[in-house]
């Protein structure tokens, strides 16, 4: 099947970079990119109209946690000071023998409150499409939820690695309401076996679009001889590797004081540290002044490695915490984008990342529009060693964002000059129009066909509703939603009003 993109901005790859082709074509033959030009006057089987557009590469992100993440609604701004601003410590500490139901890493008996994989897989990945993401990391949910991941992948059409995951120890949650760390060895061999088994499984589903990931959880939860065994069967499977590595300053210093040196470090000496890892966060490395670390080295580590640096902006900013972007580039290090929570928008993240690098480093030439639009595409690609994805070039994977430039019923974009520069400072995900992958068409004109973005929300609302119900039962210090989230503004009842007679 032909598939000609007319019109818009393209943007088009060449020798090793993204180049604007104002009014460009995009010529697609079945799965792959044919051509790149400015005329065409041959057939087409579909014929999509982009003036006004911009014709990009789909996104990729390299980090997402799935689910409605109604758990998250409960730290905006606030949060425990004890658990120095890690997020999912947050909601996953609780009562002696509880578990919250929202927690995806571990298989427990559904209850009235627990959100259904297959709503939770829905609900994730219509955002990501819906936001202009075409292909997405989702790692160390348990087996069952990843089984829905691929199922809804498969019908929704979205190119997905999927790795569900493992561990060596746990923290829980003592009569005291604080916790301690157990070992947790014959699960967590019974975690790595199945997550070994679920690739075999999986690995080249729906016509290659859905792929396996081996994800080891964080580098404090997992001992040496797990990521020992964990490099064997990436190295065996062919598979690439994502760990939470470098993400907090408790993880930072618990390394520090079990092996006597830094996450990073760590990860090279059990052999960990290669072309075909990905770093989740990886924002306290040595060089980070907060670790109080002296002399690190960890950037220069990860850049002679091969290693990526995924990095979710909104996700570690909104917990007081930063990443200096140009710092890591200028390094030498990779840098991938992703979402982590919510909102699932990499166009937002971009701006984020941006504008934050510019603050962090002081100059209006860091963090650049060109700079996160690679991060978010290109970046990607090489965080799961694919050259046949993150750009539009003769023969890569027919995965296309289009994104309108200005929108009927607002002004928000202005006049645009620039289509990348004028993206990453004033678009969102909103402004995605239509998405491509594989060559075939999952969203036109902001609608994914079978689904109903305002029966999600509603659904969605409601088990947020029985969760934040009912938080107590599990939460650690016994709070109600109110006590772990006051509210912005205190409510109040002005009662019924009553006229003069």
């Known amino acids: ?49 982009a003036r006004g557009k911009l014709v990009s590469p789909g996104f990729i992100d390299t980090h997402v946690h799935p689910g409605i993440r109604a758990t998250h609604r409960l730290i905006a701004d606030t949060g425990r000071q004890v658990l120095m601003g890690q997020v999912f410590l947050e909601h996953t500490l ?30 994730t990945q219509a955002e990501l499409l819906r936001n202009g993401i075409t292909t997405f990391i989702d790692y160390d949910a348990r087996v069952s939820y990843q089984e829905q991941e691929a199922a809804v992948a498969e019908k929704l059409g979205l190119r997905a690695y999927l790795g569900p995951g493992f ?40 016509n290659g679009r859905i792929r396996g990931l081996l994800a080891p959880r964080e580098t404090d939860f997992c001992d040496a001889e797990m990521l020992r065994a964990t490099r064997a069967a990436a190295d065996e499977l062919k598979v690439p590797i994502e760990i939470h590595a470098a993400y907090n300053p408790m993880e930072f210093h618990t390394i520090v004081e079990e092996y006597g040196c830094t996450p990073i470090e760590y990860l090279a000496h059990t052999g960990l540290l290669g072309r075909d890892l990905i770093l989740g966060h990886c924002n306290f490395v040595a060089e980070n002044p907060l670790t109080n670390w002296q002399e690190g080295h960890d950037l220069e580590l990860i850049a002679a490695a091969g290693a990526v640096v995924s990095y ?22 990779i840098m991938a984008l992703g979402t982590d929570t919510y909102p699932r928008d990499l166009i937002m993240n971009m701006r984020v990342a941006s504008y934050v690098a510019k603050v962090q480093s002081r100059s209006v030439f860091a963090g650049s529009a060109a700079e996160l639009f690679t991060a978010a595409t290109i970046g990607g690609a090489r965080a799961l060693n694919r050259e046949d ?29 620039d289509p990348i520069k004028a993206l990453v400072d004033t678009g969102c995900g909103d402004d995605v ?17 079978g689904v ?16 934040w119900t009912h938080l107590q039962e599990w939460d650690l210090l016994g709070r109600s939603a109110e006590q772990a989230c006051p509210w912005a503004f205190p409510l109040s009842d002005p009662g019924p009003v009553v006229e003069a007679v």
Not at 433 to 449: A, E, F, Q, S
Not at 452 to 467: E, T
């Open 1 to 49: 099947m032909r598939t000609v993109i007319r019109g818009g901005w393209v943007v088009a790859y060449a020798s090793g970079s993204h180049t604007l082709v104002r009014d460009g074509i995009v010529i697609v033959e079945d799965d792959r990119v044919h051509a790149i030009a400015t005329a065409y006057d041959g057939t087409a089987d579909l014929e999509i109209d």
């Open 94 to 123: 609780t009562k002696p023998g509880r578990r919250t139901p929202s927690d995806l890493r571990y298989d427990e008996a559904p209850t009235s409150r627990t959100v259904p994989d297959d709503f939770g897989a829905l609900f």
């Open 167 to 206: 561990q060596s120890s746990i923290l829980e949650g003592t009569e005291n309401g604080h916790w301690r760390r157990e070992r947790i060895d014959a699960r967590g061999r019974e975690e790595f076996a199945a997550a070994l088994n679920f690739i075999r499984r999986f690995d080249g589903a729906a």
């Open 312 to 333: 979710s902006p909104i996700n570690i900013i909104r917990r007081g915490r930063s990443l200096d972007f140009d710092r890591y580039r200028k390094a030498g290090v």
């Open 389 to 417: 994805l993150g750009r539009l070039a003769p023969d890569a994977k027919a995965d296309i964002t289009i994104v309108r430039l200005r929108a009927a019923d607002s002004l928000r974009w202005g006049v645009v000059h």
């Open 433 to 449: 129009d239509t998405v491509l992958v594989d060559g075939v068409v999952r969203m036109r004109d902001r609608k994914i066909p």
């Open 452 to 467: 109903d973005f305002g029966d999600l929300l509603d659904r969605a609302q409601a088990y947020a509703g029985q969760y």
